[in-house]
């Protein structure tokens, strides 16, 4: 099982932002795909972003499109989030997850049943 460690949630009100990171520290990122996904309460867990093997293909789901960034630094096994103008809606546990896809390769789907390894997740919560 790959580890990844999720961090940098927190408590923001809405217009604010927030970055996220995941520590990636026994896979080699040229050769995963990582995604971030959501859960809220009650609610089934979602993709929200993803980011190739190749480090330049991205992939982002409609809801967060324009404000949200999927990044990463393959040398410090280090993938981020940066997400912008943040809303209640994006409340819930953010998970980073990874696939085992070709040697820089293209692939980037968001689907949560992708992935098979995941991190323990960071809580958000946008609120007033």
């Known amino acids: 099982q790959l580890q990844l460690v999720e961090s940098g949630g927190g408590l923001v009100q809405p217009g604010g932002s927030l970055k996220l990171s995941c520590e990636t520290p026994?896979?080699?990122?040229?050769?995963?795909?990582i995604g971030w996904f959501r859960q809220a309460p009650g609610k089934e867990r979602e993709g929200v972003a993803c980011i190739s093997s190749s480090g330049r293909d991205t992939n982002y789901s409609d809801s967060v499109k324009g404000r949200f960034t999927i990044s990463r630094k393959a040398a410090k096994k280090m993938v981020y989030l940066q997400m912008n103008n943040l809303k209640p809606e994006d409340t819930g546990v953010y998970y980073c997850a990874a696939r085992k896809t070709t040697y820089g390769g293209t692939w980037r789907e968001i689907s949560p049943y992708e992935f098979d390894s995941w991190g323990q997740g960071t809580q958000v919560t946008v609120s007033s």
């Open positions: 026994g896979i080699t990122l040229d050769y995963y795909a």
